[in-house]
């Protein structure tokens, strides 16, 4: 265990409807050493966030798609900071230059809203938010 790698205590809750972006961030993710899982919707991922905090084995983070069916990005965030006030919520979307929108999320409670696909940007922020909990 010497050499493991100082970030796997880390665990992140992978959330978008497109199966191929859900793989894409969890490569990405699970390369720098973090663990993930993934949930295809808002309503699954909230389930999933839930169940966990129950069982002890809570999330440190979560990613979502902002645009998904049955639960949107901006619901599972309300959700989740209504149970966990200081939890980290990172946005992505199609839509992040779009001001009032991001602004709007923001002030919601997640704690960065990126363009989807920027992956450098995520791991940035994981790095630097994840050092700080």
């Given at each position: 265990?010497?050499?493991?790698?100082?970030?796997?205590?880390?665990?992140i809750?992978?959330?978008?409807?497109?199966?191929?972006?859900?793989?894409?961030?969890?490569?990405?993710?699970?390369?720098?050493?973090?663990?993930?899982e993934?949930?295809e919707d808002?309503?699954?991922?909230?389930?999933?966030?839930?169940?966990?905090?129950?069982?002890?084995?809570?999330?440190?983070a979560?990613?979502?798609?902002?645009?998904?069916?049955?639960?949107?990005?901006?619901?599972?965030?309300?959700?989740?900071?209504k149970?966990?006030?200081?939890?980290?919520?990172?946005?992505?979307?199609?839509?992040?230059?779009?001001?009032?929108?991001?602004e709007?999320?923001?002030?919601?409670?997640?704690?960065?809203?990126?363009?989807?696909?920027?992956f450098?940007?995520?791991?940035?922020?994981?790095?630097?938010?994840?050092?700080?909990?």
């Amino acid at each position: 265990m010497e050499n493991e790698n100082p970030n796997s205590k880390y665990r992140i809750l992978v959330v978008d409807d497109q199966l191929s972006m859900r793989l894409v961030y969890q490569d990405i993710i699970q390369f720098e050493g973090y663990r993930t899982e993934m949930a295809e919707d808002g309503k699954e991922g909230l389930e999933k966030y839930m169940a966990a905090e129950r069982g002890g084995d809570w999330f440190d983070a979560v990613v979502t798609d902002l645009r998904m069916p049955n639960m949107d990005g901006e619901g599972l965030l309300q959700n989740i900071i209504k149970y966990d006030p200081a939890a980290l919520v990172y946005i992505t979307t199609a839509d992040a230059d779009k001001q009032p929108l991001v602004e709007q999320l923001l002030k919601l409670g997640a704690k960065q809203v990126l363009l989807k696909g920027k992956f450098g940007e995520l791991i940035s922020g994981l790095r630097h938010d994840l050092k700080e909990v």
